[in-house]
């Protein structure tokens, strides 16, 4: 066949996909005068409510515009996020900002903002209000109309990034009916709530109850369930976790450590966190909600828990209080504490209709799409028969309309809705939220990893949150205190890059086509006469001849493929291994502080380090399940091909589908594994939840996809000849002497095999983790790839997770090396 027929083709198919690329030029965007304005939120698409407040945006341009033809026409699209958690893991939004093509309007959780601003993400919204306040308008955000709290969370140093959009506190929420079965009541045989930590800690020991085997039945008060962490505790206890300057992290703050140390004791008292995180494994949502189910008597939750109960717990008899204090603090007149979270809309710094975006805030941010928003979910509610109670508005004139017209003004809502409603609203003038600085997310982990170490009895205290201050210590320092270095232009990189594949395509050419180069080469070599004779003798032109042009034609997009998002990728990671680079930012040459860093500094390094080292245990157990697998299913029995099939098939389910289903498997409490036990009169471990079983968790959960392997030994046991069976059989061995003499020595290049990609593999472990721990309990599987990812992923460190994958690929390349020399002594290959 001719070559200009392919190329025909393969330039036809080209053209078709062209055509049939979805434009962002369709539609609207042909009329003149339209405005596409992108939107990225965590839930996807807009739909529901916003879908309501986004036409009333979209339709009240249209009226400007009919009015004015010089005023745009917006049109708002979003599209599916792919993200498990934007805030969490911004990949995606780091990614698109860094590329040019960012979102022109993403919604944020307010903590975030500050963070990403201080990198240059966000630009600030000050202008706009300025400016829109100048020419009159009325309906431009301002401090004056939202929560000081809900505002302040989203500024940096001065700058206003965010317009708040949402706000939730936390109150202390208690089952009325259990305390009063405990005695716990007032005067008035009424049930009363503790007021302060010591009451608390009482009442969380008095309202556990165990059934007649000793297993947790009830817990009276679980001080990390609901949505109150370290951040609550700490604040309640008059600390603080940053400086007021920003530039100094007081996670070790005593009264912080007094925090800590009060919630160890709390759950030391009512059985350890470890119990207790096995009992709440079995924990359901709606219906079957544990404190609706009477199996948690009292939690500090958020306001939305108000619709939540009006929606599945009219029934029970519950009460809203303060959060407690210390007593020391209540008698230095403090009355009470708490916290709000919430998110905010904000403009990407490469955003490419900012003005749009600027118009599009100020419309959804507004009374009149903030009620439009609330009406349109009443009615979808009361469409469905329930109790409609509104969300908390950040907007103090619209947080006490809607109490006032949907739940004080609302015949139907139950007293004891209304009342915690009215708690959570008149809470929130004094709330906390988050310091706000460039290193929120890593104070956020943190401050949960010091808690699981203290919790957990890893550490004290004390030594856990000192750890944990001195992480985020040395990662603010670099941030406040740029590393010096000399900014790195990329202009260079790509011809060096163009130069380098034409060097070696050039090199192939001659090699494959001159015999003088190939003497020249192996001369400057210093190769052995006979070597070069045989190189010059080879056959020549071997790599361009006719007939592998359709070879190469075939092999064309994968080679383009390597050269475009393989090989230059690869070239461009080393440089930045020695580079200060977050993405976001022109990168700052270093040199090799970044390796510096990982064996000098980061404390965690060692850790994941060790954490996947031993992993390394659970490949020879692989091997021996898959190798025994294969040897029963290559029996010749009727239906043997079926049973391969289903052995196989596990190692073909979706990594997630597969985590999702081992998550249930391994639950403490209604767990197949532990039920099994349990009938055997055999207590179960905690599984995920123990730092001790964790791993070997994970190990045995690898163990189900023995399947793969099985394959490869069922090839290898195919190809040995039935001849030496029946020689060994002959000579009197026994089952055991020709497995062992025959058929491992016949093996032993397909366990050489499995043993490199094995190794391979679990050094590069981490979709178990991320799925099913999220690297705990207590770093137990914060494993490398893992710890990688968060550091380029989370943190922004691009640089420094550039210098762990290559000291990971110095790694595994040394542990091969290792295993390609050591197979010269036991793997044996036909001849």
């Given at each position: 066949m001719s070559l200009w027929k392919p190329i025909l083709a393969g330039v036809f198919l080209l053209a078709v996909l062209v055509a049939l690329y979805p434009s962002r030029r369709s539609g609207l965007r042909d009329r003149a005068g339209v405005v596409e304005i992108v939107f990225m939120g965590p839930g996807g698409p807009i739909r529901g409510a916003m879908e309501d407040a986004v036409r009333d945006f979209e339709e009240a341009s249209r009226q400007v515009h009919a009015g004015d033809p010089s005023q745009p026409i917006y049109r708002v699209i979003s599209g599916q996020n792919a993200a498990r958690d934007q805030v969490s893991d911004p990949t995606r939004f780091l990614i698109s900002v860094a590329g040019g093509v960012s979102p022109d309007v993403i919604f944020f959780d307010r903590f975030a903002v500050a963070e990403w601003a201080a990198r240059g993400a966000f630009i600030p919204l000050d202008d706009c209000m300025e400016r829109d306040l100048a020419a009159g308008r009325t309906d431009v955000p301002h401090p004056g109309r939202y929560y000081k709290s809900c505002w302040d969370e989203a500024c940096y140093r001065g700058k206003v990034y965010g317009i708040p959009n949402s706000v939730d506190d936390r109150a202390l929420i208690y089952n009325k009916d259990l305390l009063k079965r405990a005695g716990l009541v007032d005067g008035r045989g009424e049930a009363h709530p503790p007021v302060d930590w010591e009451e608390l800690k009482e009442y969380a020991v008095k309202l556990t109850e165990r059934d007649e085997q000793g297993r947790l039945k009830v817990i009276g008060f679980a001080p990390n369930f609901g949505n109150c962490w370290l951040y609550m505790y700490g604040w309640m206890a008059g600390g603080e976790f940053m400086s007021p300057e920003g530039d100094r992290c007081t996670l070790n703050d005593p009264r912080i450590v007094e925090a800590l140390s009060y919630m160890v004791e709390v759950y030391d008292a009512i059985g350890g966190y470890a119990e207790v995180s096995a009992f709440q494994a079995g924990f359901q949502s709606g219906e079957l909600d544990p404190f609706i189910q009477g199996k948690v008597a009292m939690k500090i939750d958020g306001g939305w828990q108000m619709s939540f109960l009006a929606a599945y717990g009219q029934e029970v008899s519950f009460g809203v209080s303060a959060p407690p204090l210390p007593r020391r603090e209540i008698l230095r007149g403090r009355q009470t504490v708490t916290w709000n979270g919430g998110w905010a809309y904000a403009i990407p710094a490469t955003a490419r209709n900012k003005d749009a975006a600027w118009a599009f805030i100020r419309h959804v941010t507004s009374d009149r799409a903030i009620r439009l928003m609330v009406e349109s979910d009443r009615e979808i509610v009361?469409?469905?028969?329930?109790?409609?109670?509104?969300?908390?508005?950040?907007?103090?004139?619209?947080?006490?309309?809607?109490?006032?017209?949907?739940?004080?003004?609302?015949?139907?809502v139950p007293e004891k809705i209304r009342e915690g409603?009215?708690?959570?609203?008149?809470?929130?003038?004094?709330?906390?939220?988050?310091?706000?600085?460039?290193?929120?997310?890593?104070?956020?982990?943190?401050?949960?990893?010091?808690?699981?170490?203290?919790?957990?009895?890893?550490?004290t205290p004390k030594e856990a949150l000192d750890r944990g201050t001195a992480i985020v210590q040395r990662d603010l320092d670099r941030l406040l205190q740029p590393q010096r270095g000399r900014p790195v232009s990329w202009e260079w990189?790509?011809?060096?890059?163009?130069?380098?594949?034409?060097?070696?395509a050039t090199v192939v050419f001659l090699w494959d086509t001159r015999a003088r180069f190939r003497r020249g080469v192996g001369r400057l070599l210093r190769l052995e006469s006979g070597t070069v004779d045989r190189l010059v003798e080879g056959s020549r032109g071997g790599y361009f001849r006719r007939q592998w042009r359709g070879g190469y034609a075939c092999a064309a997009p994968w080679m383009i493929g390597f050269i475009v998002f393989g090989g230059g990728p690869m070239l461009f990671s080393i440089l930045m291994s020695f580079c200060d680079y977050d993405v976001l930012n022109p990168p700052r040459l270093i040199g090799f502080q970044n390796y510096t860093w990982m064996f000098t500094e980061d404390r965690l390094f060692p850790l994941a380090l060790w954490n996947t080292v031993y992993m390394v245990l659970g490949v020879p157990l692989a091997m021996a399940v898959s190798l025994g697998l294969a040897l029963l299913?290559?029996?010749?029995?009727?239906?043997?091909?079926?049973?391969?099939?289903?052995?196989?098939?596990?190692?073909?389910?979706?990594?997630?589908?597969?985590?999702?289903?081992?998550?249930?498997?391994?639950?403490?409490?209604?767990?197949?594994f532990n039920l099994a036990l349990g009938s055997l009169g055999v207590e179960g471990p905690l599984w995920l939840q123990d730092a001790r079983w964790s791993k070997p968790s994970i190990i045995v959960m690898g163990l189900w996809g023995a399947g793969s392997g099985m394959i490869i030994w069922l090839a290898g046991l195919k190809s040995i000849p039935e001849e030496l069976y029946e020689a060994a059989s002959l000579d009197g061995a026994s089952a055991w002497q020709q497995f062992r003499h025959v058929t491992l020595p016949q093996l032993s290049p397909y366990l050489?095999?499995?043993?490199?990609?094995?190794?391979?593999?679990?050094?590069?472990?981490?979709?178990?983790?991320?799925?099913?721990?999220?690297?705990?309990?207590?770093?137990?599987?914060?494993?490398?790839?893992?710890?990688?990812?968060?550091?380029?992923?989370?943190?922004?460190?691009?640089?420094?997770?550039?210098?762990?994958?290559?000291?990971?690929?110095?790694?595994?390349?040394?542990?091969?090396?290792?295993?390609?020399?050591?197979?010269?002594?036991?793997?044996?290959?036909?001849?």
């Open positions: 009361e469409a469905q028969g329930r109790l409609f109670i509104p969300g908390q508005s950040p907007v103090v004139h619209l947080n006490e309309l809607f109490f006032a017209q949907y739940v004080a003004g609302n015949p139907l409603s009215r708690i959570f609203k008149e809470l929130l003038p004094d709330a906390r939220f988050r310091p706000i600085t460039p290193v929120g997310q890593l104070l956020w982990n943190e401050h949960r990893s010091a808690m699981e170490a203290a919790l957990y009895h890893e550490l990189f790509f011809a060096a890059y163009a130069v380098l594949l034409l060097f070696t299913l290559n029996a010749r029995v009727r239906g043997i091909a079926v049973w391969r099939t289903f052995f196989y098939l596990p190692a073909v389910v979706p990594m997630v589908a597969a985590s999702i289903l081992w998550i249930w498997m391994f639950n403490p409490q209604g767990g197949l050489f095999f499995n043993l490199v990609m094995g190794l391979i593999g679990t050094f590069q472990i981490f979709g178990q983790a991320f799925i099913m721990t999220q690297g705990g309990p207590v770093n137990s599987t914060l494993f490398y790839v893992y710890h990688l990812f968060n550091q380029a992923f989370r943190y922004g460190h691009m640089g420094y997770a550039s210098a762990m994958a290559w000291f990971l690929f110095l790694i595994v390349m040394g542990v091969t090396l290792v295993q390609v020399w050591l197979s010269r002594r036991w793997v044996h290959y036909e001849v």
